[in-house]
């Protein structure tokens, strides 16, 4: 399948979720591959297939990624239940293409990303790309350098410094917002920022300063600066104001001619994923220096308090489509375009497919 024009232009004009591009520019300079370590549960038992699969994974530098680095890790064993080739992108203006032409299989993207690709490439014969799993929830945080602001509602008459202006972050952050009775530029004042360090700097750099960052960045700015805390937690918001969805960063996708060659594989795949974030959740300390290794993050300290910051999840089956179609309808409602101008249909959750 070629990449098309319009897929090109879709890509360019489509409001990315900050929370995975952001990250990238936190790796450190060169990755790594991660290192073995003792850890059963991030090395699933090899099935008895005759045939091994080799699955390519593409994945973006970010907090989407650190729950595949059990995974990761079983693959550089040779212990996975299938063969795993893993490469880590930048920027998901990298994934696609690769995704779209059938040089990877299955592919980690920002969950609104998932859907423009999915809506651009669908044709009579059905969808090329299919949503797999949730791999992470909300990562992004309101953060304050004092303590005045407990909730939301708090909010009011203060200004909040922000990445993502037309993008996923600005349209969360309003919808919230609105959810807890204020007005965006009426009653709270947004100023966005280019760049998340931005933020960052005006928050360690000035007292009562409110801003919005994602994962790392959030973990980071707190780590060196005492007197800035996590005042609101996106993602709790989100489920505390009465969305019957989730508020999602992460979506694994895959193609749907690999699903359908590949049924066994993709299953393994799936039973090696839910094993890695399972590992990655309940062994942080372990898990941070896997993610360090992989080029997701600068520092041990800062990976292992970014792990649970970032809500890793494993949602597939039947918890697909209700976590994440109503946070794409919210995109949808506030852009279209953010989403690829329409709502995925059924066959865009690979459990509702057929």
């Known amino acids: 399948m070629r990449l098309t024009a319009r897929l090109l232009g879709a890509m360019l004009a489509v409001a990315l979720t900050t929370g995975c591009a952001a990250s990238s520019t936190a790796q450190p300079a060169g990755g790594g591959t991660p290192a073995t370590t003792s850890a059963a549960t991030s090395t699933p038992t090899p099935t008895a297939s005759a045939e091994r699969v080799t699955v390519r994974i593409a994945a973006l530098a970010g907090p989407t990624t650190m729950g595949l680095v059990g995974l990761m890790q079983a693959a550089d064993a040779g212990t996975g239940r299938q ?63 004092g303590t005045s602001v407990q909730s939301l509602a708090d909010l009011r008459g203060r200004t909040v410094y922000s990445t993502g202006k037309g993008a996923s972050p600005q349209y969360v952050l309003e919808h919230l917002l609105r959810q807890s009775g204020l007005t965006p530029g009426t009653d709270v004042t947004v100023e966005f920022k280019s760049e998340a360090t931005e933020v960052a700097a005006l928050l360690a750099a000035t007292p009562g300063a409110v801003g919005v960052l994602p994962q790392p960045y959030a973990t980071a700015v707190i780590a060196g600066n005492p007197g800035v805390r ?125």
Do not use: C
Request: charge should be negative.
């Open 83 to 145: 063969d795993y080739e893993v490469t880590t992108y930048g920027t998901p203006d990298e994934v696609v293409p690769l995704l779209v032409k059938g040089e990877v299989d299955v592919a980690l993207l920002p969950a609104n990303l998932a859907a423009v690709v999915y809506q651009q490439t669908r044709t009579d014969a059905g969808p090329a790309v299919q949503a797999l799993t949730v791999n992470t929830l909300g990562v992004l945080s309101v953060l304050e350098n």
């Open 230 to 354: 996590v005042a609101v937690d996106l993602t709790r918001a989100w489920s505390d104001l009465g969305n019957a969805s989730q508020l999602v960063t992460g979506v694994t996708v895959v193609r749907t001619a690999f699903a359908d060659e590949h049924p066994q594989a993709l299953a393994d795949f799936l039973a090696d994923d839910e094993a890695s974030v399972t590992f990655v959740n309940d062994s942080p300390a372990e898990a941070a220096e896997l993610v360090v290794a992989a080029g997701l993050v600068k520092a041990v300290p800062v990976a292992q308090a970014a792990i649970p910051a970032s809500h890793l999840v494993f949602l597939t089956g039947d918890a697909l489509r209700p976590a994440l179609e109503g946070y794409l309808q919210v995109l949808h409602d506030a852009q279209p375009k953010s989403v690829g101008g329409a709502m995925p249909g059924d066959d865009f959750y690979l459990a509702d497919a057929g």
